[in-house]
Structures are given as C-alpha cells and as structure tokens.
C-alpha cells in the first residue's frame, strides 16, 4: 500500500511559479512510477507529466519548457515545479503512483493517488 500526500498549491499571478511536493509512503518509492495530473472544474482529469521508476521524465505538450518534475528516492518525494504559470493551468493537481518503471498518460493505469492540491493562476 501506499499512501501519498500532497502540497504547495495556492494562488499565484499569471508568470508566476509554484512548486508542489508528494510525499510517499512504501518502501517500493524508487521502483515506482510517480505522475502528476489536473483537473479543472467540468474537465477531465488530465496527464501533466511523469517520472519514471526507470529515471526519466516526459510531459504533456502545454507544460513541455514550463514544468519540470523531479523525484528524490532519499526522502520518498516527488515535486512538480511550475514556471510561468497561465490561467489555463488552473485546477486541481494530483500526484500518482504505479508500481512499473514505464509511464502511462491515462489516469486509470495509476494505483495510488493523493488528496489534491489546488493551484489557482489568476490573470
């Protein structure tokens, strides 16, 4: 099993930057595959990035030069760093967690989810 707890969100201006951070439980972490998505009132929860249990990170083309993830085994943490934030990135983001080295884009191939942590980007 394992738990994940997020936070980091807040409200921030157009340009601006966060940084989320998911903390996990487990002491699988390292071989997991650990993702970020959002969800925006009336959409569908959506892929923002990956990194992969084998190290390596891959993002949905709206984030690609703004967004950088980054994962440390040590503390069992996974962040998500945004950069130049835009109204459009606001929603609801979550982290997840699959127990494979490779990545997926659909929601439904992660087993373990996090609370939510809302980003407001106001213009």
């Known amino acids: 099993q394992v738990q994940l707890v997020e936070s980091g969100g807040g409200l921030v201006q157009a340009g601006g930057s966060l940084r989320l951070s998911c903390a996990a439980s487990?002491?699988?972490?390292?071989?997991?595959?650990m993702g970020w998505f959002r969800q925006a009132p009336g959409k569908e929860r959506e892929f923002v990035g990956a990194?992969?249990?084998?190290?390596?990170?891959y993002y949905t083309d709206s984030v690609k030069g703004r967004f950088l993830i980054s994962r440390d085994n040590a503390r069992n943490t996974v962040y998500l760093q945004m950069n130049s934030l835009k109204p459009e990135d606001t929603a609801v983001y979550y982290c997840?967690?699959?127990?494979?080295?490779?990545?997926?884009?659909?929601?439904?191939?992660?087993?373990?989810w996090g609370q939510g942590t809302q980003v407001t980007v106001s213009s």
């Open positions: 990194f992969t249990g084998g190290g390596s990170p």
């Open positions: 487990g002491r699988t972490f390292s071989s997991y595959t």
């Open positions: 997840a967690a699959r127990p494979d080295v490779y990545y997926s884009r659909l929601y439904q191939a992660y087993d373990y």
